[in-house]
């Protein structure tokens, strides 16, 4: 059985549209001509689907969490993953995750297991979520997995969102005022000084100061400004070669600030990640190694294959992540106490929501800290601007007296 999406005209020449369950394309099209409607256009689901990954689109990552929360309720209440699928591609009709969600029913209809439907969609469902279903099909705890499932990717999304939003708030603060002085330096200091070069007196240090950058920028900013694009350019050739990135990363953890966030975001993803794959029935070290997956940094990466080699000798997950070295104590803690206590997904969960409590703690005054002193620097850049035409002035009134 096999989902079709047409359009068609009816007697009163009216085009509709909808979606018809048949076992060939004939037989769909007989169906529609049936129901007084004459088909203009006739497509598989999978069909479409693949179209449109061909020309690269793909549903968002939003679409993707409101589905899996809607597919792991349903599923919840008892309906069956067909039935599921049916009601959530019908709620997003008309979207990509619609079209989706349509063609991997048709392939249930088909007697498909849901993990191999959802395989051959890469780019809607990551070989993490993929995997996190089928150890879910393969326990026969689908509901619970999949919910769990759901409130990990939106939970990873979250954190991922917010540390955007981290860096793009200093970044738009920077670009403003580094555009601000510029424009001061480009066009209101040259109009206002250049009334002082013809006096004849010798102008004060600070404003002889400015006048030298402002010639400067307005000669060659533009080279300062490709120098600049160029630098950009080569980190990130140079971030392509993975020892050069391991370096840079490990180096990126010792920053003040910065590094504990990096640290924190990562530790979070992997260990919400590790508490849904163990829960959901997966052996421990393929929960660890698709764990590793999520996690951003390179030389965190390499460092929790350090952690993979020394859970596969025979160490226990907390001595190894002791041996890591990468991630907070209280991890390791957290993790002795879940070996102990046979409650390892809980605590690991817990560590994850600690780690984020942590990361959003040190954003929040990281953004209050930063808004005063950025305020702070570019009142003292304009200030010193005012003083480099200010005391002419005042040195020409000295003179006129």
């Given amino acids: 059985m096999t989902t079709f999406r047409y359009e068609a005209v009816d007697t009163a020449g009216r085009r509709r549209k909808g979606v018809i369950n048949a076992e060939t394309q004939r037989r769909a099209r007989k169906e529609i001509q049936a129901s007084g409607l004459t088909p203009?256009?006739?497509?598989?689901?999978?069909?479409?689907?693949?179209?449109?990954?061909k020309s690269g689109s793909k549903p968002?990552?939003?679409?993707?969490?409101?589905?899996?929360?809607?597919?792991?309720?349903?599923?919840?209440?008892?309906?069956?993953?067909?039935?599921?699928?049916?009601?959530?591609?019908?709620?997003?009709?008309?979207?990509?995750?619609?079209?989706?969600?349509?063609?991997?029913?048709?392939?249930?209809?088909?007697?498909?297991?849901?993990?191999d439907a959802l395989a051959e969609h890469p780019k809607a469902f990551s070989p993490l979520?993929?995997?996190?279903?089928?150890?879910?099909?393969?326990?026969?705890?689908?509901?619970?997995?999949?919910?769990?499932?759901?409130?990990?990717?939106?939970?990873n999304r979250a954190m991922l969102m917010k540390a955007i939003t981290a860096l793009i708030y200093p970044a738009v603060i920077f670009v403003i005022a580094v555009g601000t002085v510029a424009a001061l330096m480009h066009f209101v200091v040259?109009?206002?000084?250049?009334?002082?070069?013809?006096?004849?007196?010798?102008?004060?240090?600070?404003?002889?100061?400015?006048?030298?950058?402002?010639?400067?920028?307005?000669?060659?900013?533009w080279l300062v400004g490709l120098m600049l694009i160029g630098l950009g350019a080569g980190v990130w050739l140079i971030r392509r070669t993975p020892d050069t990135r391991r370096r840079m990363d490990r180096m990126l953890l010792k920053l003040p600030l910065l590094g504990g966030l990096m640290r924190d975001l990562d530790a979070a993803r992997?260990?919400?990640?590790?508490?849904?794959?163990?829960?959901?029935?997966?052996?421990?070290?393929?929960?660890?190694?698709?764990?590793?997956?999520?996690?951003?940094?390179?030389?965190i990466h390499q460092q929790l294959d350090v952690m993979i080699v020394s859970v596969r000798e025979g160490a226990s997950l907390s001595a190894g992540v002791r041996r890591a070295g990468v991630f907070p104590?209280?991890?390791?803690?957290?993790?002795?106490a879940g070996e102990r206590s046979g409650t390892l997904p809980l605590l690991l969960e817990k560590t994850a929501f600690q780690m984020e409590q942590a990361f959003d703690a040190t954003v929040t005054v990281a953004l209050r800290l930063l808004e005063p002193a950025i305020i702070v620097i570019l009142g003292g850049i304009v200030m010193t601007i005012i003083l480099a035409i200010m005391l002419p002035i005042l040195q020409l009134n000295q003179m006129a007296l």
């Fill in 40 to 53: 203009v256009s006739l497509k598989s689901v999978r069909e479409r689907t693949a179209s449109g990954a």
């Fill in 60 to 115: 968002s990552s939003a679409s993707v969490i409101a589905a899996t929360r809607q597919l792991a309720t349903l599923i919840d209440a008892s309906t069956t993953v067909e039935e599921a699928l049916a009601a959530v591609g019908a709620q997003m009709k008309g979207t990509q995750m619609g079209e989706v969600l349509l063609s991997v029913r048709g392939r249930i209809i088909e007697g498909w297991r849901l993990s």
């Fill in 129 to 155: 979520y993929r995997g996190i279903v089928a150890a879910g099909e393969s326990s026969g705890n689908l509901a619970p997995v999949m919910l769990r499932l759901a409130d990990m990717v939106e939970k």
């Fill in 190 to 221: 040259p109009q206002i000084v250049s009334q002082f070069t013809n006096t004849g007196t010798d102008l004060p240090l600070i404003t002889r100061i400015v006048i030298a950058s402002s010639d400067f920028m307005r000669a060659w900013g």
């Fill in 270 to 299: 992997f260990a919400r990640t590790l508490s849904t794959l163990f829960a959901s029935g997966t052996p421990l070290l393929d929960s660890l190694q698709a764990a590793r997956n999520t996690v951003t940094n390179a030389y």
């Fill in 329 to 336: 104590p209280l991890m390791a803690s957290m993790v002795a």
